[in-house]
């Protein structure tokens, strides 16, 4: 029981309910929001009203959103790397939810632009650092006709008896070259300004595309995209996260040196397995933020706005709606910092973890993004205000970085398999 004396104002940190954080954590923690605040919302509004070709032009504020977030150096993937198990637990997650309340599709560029210099960098090989080290990038793995096949790309979820999609993009031997034909999807990011990119493709070694399950040979390959065969399409037109440029590339038998393979089939599941870990773990602090921004907004607008002869938050249905809000922010900040502790300190970290985040807080997310512009009434559905752009950039995180549905097929089954595994004969 608690005793207390008089009853204290209420104290509520950067990013609500938080207590004990270091001086250190509080001290990243606000730099990064001020960051978030006076860099990527000014940026993000811009690119927001401009099409999907005027994002990616020469003097697009893109660039210097990207300029600016190198320099400050609040996204250094190697400096991420070198903290422990526990720095990385308590500050990855504040980082990211502090640009995903800025931006959500700047905070998601910035993270796939660096995924090969990363790459590069942990293979230790001094060429292979050189050509990808320092350039932009992208993660190239989906293709037009293997959506959810990617994310599946173990084959798990495939129906007895079925093979998966060959798809649009595929890979073969050749000598010391690896070769690839064929294109991505649009929904590559960061691939309309890319150099490089971390790809993931059906792979002939020799005796073909499949295995004997029905499920694909793959390759994980550094690709040098200013190389001859490969080209791009135009950057995709969409409904949110429209400053995140996103787009096709097409490859014409390219040829790949074999030592830019950083995993052949033996070890691709593994590695493949540990990128979405990442990836899933991260948008579950990124939209846990965006949540938050559009509780923020509600909360101010309902403090503004007049209707009955009163501020709007003196309605009964509003208080409830707002805390109803406030609730499911709450609940995905602890859902994303409690996975964050399991992946960083748990023996081994599991994409079982990261979907449990990631589907949990999109979904929480899209709904409080919505509740804001029913809150804002007729205004929330106009441009003038800002909680409009945040429902259409939370929609697509139901979609990103795997379905939503399919993620949840996948975590099913590990857990399925850890049941059976432990308590049945």
């Not at 609040?74 to 500050?91: P, V």
């Not at 830019?260 to 599941?269: C, G, P």
């Not at 503004?304 to 707002?322: A, F, N, T, W, Y």
Request: one cysteine or more; aromatic letters at 8%; hydrophobic letters at 40%.
């Amino acid at each position: 029981m608690f005793k207390i004396d008089q009853i204290p104002a209420l104290q509520l940190g950067i990013s609500g309910l938080d207590a004990g954080l270091t001086e250190e954590e509080q001290a990243i923690q606000e730099v990064t929001h001020r960051f978030a605040a006076e860099v990527m919302r000014p940026i993000a509004e811009k690119l927001d009203k401009m099409s999907a070709e005027e994002v990616i032009a020469p003097g697009s504020p893109l660039y210097d959103y990207l300029e600016q977030v190198q320099a400050s150096g609040i996204i250094d993937l190697e400096t991420m790397a070198s903290m422990d198990k526990e720095q990385k637990a308590r500050i990855i997650p504040l980082i990211f939810e502090e640009l995903g309340w800025g931006d959500a599709g700047l905070a998601i560029l910035s993270v796939a632009t660096s995924f090969p210099a990363f790459v590069a960098h942990g293979t230790g090989d001094p060429e292979l650092i050189e050509i990808f080290g320092s350039r932009i990038g992208c993660w190239l793995a989906t293709q037009p006709d293997r959506g959810s096949e990617v994310v599946d790309l173990d084959g798990r979820e495939l129906a007895t008896g079925a093979k998966q999609n060959k798809g649009n993009l595929s890979a073969h031997i050749e000598g010391n070259h690896v070769v690839v034909s064929g294109q991505s999807s649009a929904w590559v990011s960061g691939a309309p300004i890319a150099q490089t990119a971390l790809a993931y493709i059906p792979c002939d070694y020799g005796e073909g595309l499949y295995k004997a399950d029905g499920s694909l040979n793959h390759i994980a390959v550094l690709i040098d995209l200013e190389q001859d065969g490969v080209s791009k399409g135009k950057p995709l037109d969409k409904v949110g996260q429209r400053p995140l440029p996103q787009g096709e590339v097409f490859f014409d038998d390219v040829r790949v040196p074999k030592k830019n393979i950083v995993a052949d089939d033996a070890k691709l599941a593994a590695d493949f397995f540990g990128v979405l870990t990442f990836a899933n773990m991260e948008m579950g602090f990124t939209f846990t933020g965006l949540a938050r921004a559009a509780y923020e907004h509600s909360l101010a607008y309902v403090h503004e706005r007049k209707q009955g002869g009163c501020p709007i938050i003196e309605h009964q249905s509003v208080k409830l709606r707002l805390f109803d809000q406030w609730q499911k922010v709450e609940a995905c900040r602890a859902m994303a910092r409690r996975v964050a502790n399991f992946n960083y300190l748990a023996p081994d970290p599991h994409l079982v973890a990261s979907i449990t985040a990631k589907t949990f807080v999109t979904r929480s997310c899209f709904e409080v993004a919505s509740e804001a512009v029913q809150l804002f009434g007729g205004n929330g559905l106009t441009r003038e205000y800002p909680v409009e752009k945040l429902m259409r950039d939370a929609r697509a995180s139901m979609i990103e970085d795997g379905e939503n549905n399919i993620l949840n097929l996948k975590a099913a089954s590990y857990i399925s398999e850890w049941f059976k595994e432990n308590h049945i004969d």
